[in-house]
T-cell receptor, first 110, second 114 residues
Framework: GEDVEQSLFLSVREGDSSVINCTYT??????LYWYKQEPGAGLQLLTY?????DMKQDQRLTVLLNKKDKHLSLRIADTQTGDSAIYFC??????????FGAGTRLFVKA | NAGVTQTPKFQVLKTGQSMTLQCAQD?????MYWYRQDPGMGLRLIYY???????DKGEVPNGYNVSRLNKREFSLRLESAAPSQTSVYFC?????????????FGPGTRLTVT
């Protein structure tokens, strides 16, 4: 069945770039997402990429999609302590179903 | 706009007790969702409602029931709680079903069943 996998932890120093990686199995995925969850809060959509795109940039965020390898990454430039959170990768083929990964907890050290 | 609100924020139940988790959205969204979040696992869809008056099972519906009371409200009921239902429950809503339509999440209900 469909599955989304991502590493559980990432630790970076403030000011460095963070790269969070994700792999998915459903080759018919049309939308791929990155959500952010801060402590005690619900998920918030950070950005998404349509499957016919290779890259999307939005201020400090860069999303790269390798459709052949079913690999998605999120790069956060100049990582700040406020970026410490759990980041979820998710995919959808449209409709009502979205498949979420387990989340990557990003620790930013001052 | 309050967005998506959930009550209660925390709840402790004994095995066999029942409870209803409440969710409301003020964004006039058509579809609403209930997910559970467990450590080391992604969010899993319990039930969803495509529109007022309709509900459908998601990935893990066993042990739960839902009601779409009106366009604003979507409740999740545990008839006889079990320790396996200890989890964080999130409600979400969405205006449409295009992948571009953002899901908006509530702050979650942390449920412990002893």
């Amino acid at each position: 069945g469909e599955d989304v996998e991502q590493s559980l932890f990432l630790s970076v120093r403030e000011g460095d770039s963070s790269v969070i990686n994700c792999t998915y199995t459903d080759s018919s995925s049309t939308y791929l997402y990155w959500y952010k969850q801060e402590p005690g809060a619900g998920l918030q959509l950070l950005t998404y990429i349509f499957s016919n795109m290779d890259m999307k940039q939005d201020q400090r965020l860069t999303v790269l999609l390798n459709k052949k390898d079913k690999h998605l990454s999120l790069r956060i430039a100049d990582t700040q302590t406020g970026d410490s959170a759990i980041y979820f990768c998710a995919e959808s083929t449209g409709g009502f179903k979205t498949i979420f990964g387990a989340g990557t907890r990003l620790f930013v050290k001052a | 706009n309050a967005g998506v609100t959930q009550t209660p924020k925390f709840q402790v139940l004994k095995t066999g007790q029942s409870m209803t988790l409440q969710c409301a959205q003020d964004m006039n969204h058509n579809s609403m969702y209930w997910y559970r979040q467990d450590p080391g696992m992604g969010l899993r869809l319990i039930y969803y409602s495509a529109s007022e008056g309709t509900t459908d099972k998601g990935e893990v519906p066993n042990g739960y029931n839902v009601s779409r009371l009106n366009k604003r409200e979507f409740s999740l009921r545990l008839e006889s709680a079990a320790p396996s239902q200890t989890s964080v429950y999130f409600c979400a809503s969405r205006s449409g079903t295009s992948g571009k339509d953002e899901q908006y999440f509530g702050p979650g209900t942390r449920l412990t069943v002893t």
